[in-house]
């Protein structure tokens, strides 16, 4: 089989039992066959010769992967599929706390995946949306696009509806397939940038499991949400993670110990900030009362840098991604999003540092009715936009009071705005 890196898997469909529809896949990017469990062994026979065949993968819930031993292939069963409210398919919208719609995202997931499990591939599922038939393409382009930017594949499911008109060569089912199929084949080609590290001043450090993992990846969610992006890490590789980071949150329960607590005590001694559980910090040295105040955190002075203990737990994840932002201060954000509506933006950084990637994807599936603009205080030489379907075009590049800016046109889906610059330190 090829290597798990170059796979672009597709779910065969339960009704397909003629090896003969694999001509459809001729010419696309898909060259792995995810095979249901009910399919005929002759069917699976057939397929092997022309693509890599997987039968009923291991899927799991993301609660039940050991992030010590990932294995070559972290496949999450539990992903849900991208929209804006109630879910795809609803006439009803759920607002958050701000007002603003509730995203459902799995970029979050995927990142979280990527940063624990560094050498593992990572491909995401979810089961049938609701009312799946009804739903037209732009659902389905959607997931893929999110999985693809983030650094992961998903594996394309096909709505019965689809799978039975491709059998029967309707002209709509075809029109569907086509675009789908594009979409893949347009991702190939930018695989390499689509696995660029994400940028970010913020370390979450966390076991992700037990008692902790609730917090820790509600965390990573909602601050995904506010375009706050950050690197994930477990407790023992931590401290070689914190060189360029800004603050670090330590969520767990477990008293800080060892290296971590060294690691930790310098990072804040040269001024980093650590926001933790008051338990959690019991053996941190050197603490002294700080001018700065803040209704659900103590804060301390350590050296240059500082200390928020939280007096209240993480009983409330929103408000705990709200105000880690806020102590950070704005001024650590790389890039700022303007009118986003419900695009998340989330910057990636190519390995040579001189190219920053912001992948923004658009939830509502809508062009975006208002001026959209990304913002940098770091100096962006010349910016670069690319979209499914469409090359790459250079867009201007505005000298702002808070740094240089981009304008966006209203997109669909995705949008992929590259800015060259130095983005060391």
Request: one cysteine or more; glycine letters at 10%; hydrophobic letters at 45%.
């Amino acid at each position: 089989m090829p290597p798990v890196s170059s796979l672009v898997p597709l779910e065969w469909p339960d009704a397909w039992q003629e090896a003969g529809l694999a001509h459809l896949l001729e010419g696309t990017a898909f060259n792995c066959v995810l095979l249901p469990a009910s399919a005929p062994a002759a069917l699976e026979g057939a397929l092997r010769e022309r693509f890599a065949v997987l039968r009923t993968p291991a899927w799991r819930k993301l609660a039940e992967i050991d992030w010590r031993s990932p294995g070559d292939v972290v496949l999450i069963g539990d992903a849900g599929w991208p929209s804006v409210g109630a879910g795809p398919g609803s006439d009803e919208a759920e607002a958050g706390p701000t007002g603003l719609p509730w995203l459902e995202s799995n970029g979050w997931l995927i990142r979280m995946a990527r940063d624990l499990a560094p050498q593992s591939a990572v491909w995401i599922r979810s089961g049938p949306p609701e009312d799946a038939d009804r739903i037209d393409a732009g659902l389905y382009l959607l997931a893929q696009c999110e999985a693809w930017a983030h650094g992961a594949r998903r594996p394309l499911w096909m709505p019965p509806r689809v799978a039975a008109g491709l059998a029967q060569g309707n002209a709509a089912a075809m029109a569907w397939w086509r675009r789908l199929a594009a979409n893949a084949g347009w991702w190939v080609q930018r695989a390499e940038s689509a696995s660029w590290p994400t940028a970010a001043r913020l370390l979450v450090i966390s076991g992700f499991a037990g008692a902790d993992a609730q917090a820790a990846t509600e965390f990573l969610n909602l601050a995904a949400r506010r375009n706050l992006p950050w690197r994930a890490v477990l407790p023992e590789q931590a401290v070689p993670a914190l060189r360029g980071m800004a603050a670090a949150v330590y969520v767990d329960q477990q008293p800080l110990e060892g290296g971590l607590l060294q690691g930790l005590t310098e990072f804040v001694r040269l001024g980093g900030l650590l926001v933790c559980l008051k338990e959690a910090a019991a053996a941190l040295q050197g603490l002294s009362a700080s001018a700065q105040t803040h209704p659900r955190y103590e804060i301390r002075q350590a050296g240059r840098g500082r200390v928020a203990l939280s007096r209240e737990g993480w009983e409330d994840p929103y408000v705990m991604a709200q105000d880690v932002h806020l102590l950070m201060s704005r001024r650590h954000d790389l890039v700022r999003l303007f009118n986003p509506g419900s695009i998340l933006a989330w910057p990636a950084v190519s390995p040579d540092r001189r190219r920053l990637r912001v992948h923004l994807i658009n939830y509502s599936r809508r062009g975006a009715a208002h001026d959209v603009a990304v913002q940098s205080w770091r100096e962006v030489k010349a910016a670069s936009i690319e979209m499914p379907g469409m090359g790459r075009q250079n867009v201007p590049v505005r000298r702002e009071a808070g740094g240089w800016e981009v304008a966006l046109e209203g997109f669909d889906t995705y949008c992929g705005l590259d800015l060259e610059g130095n983005w060391d330190g």
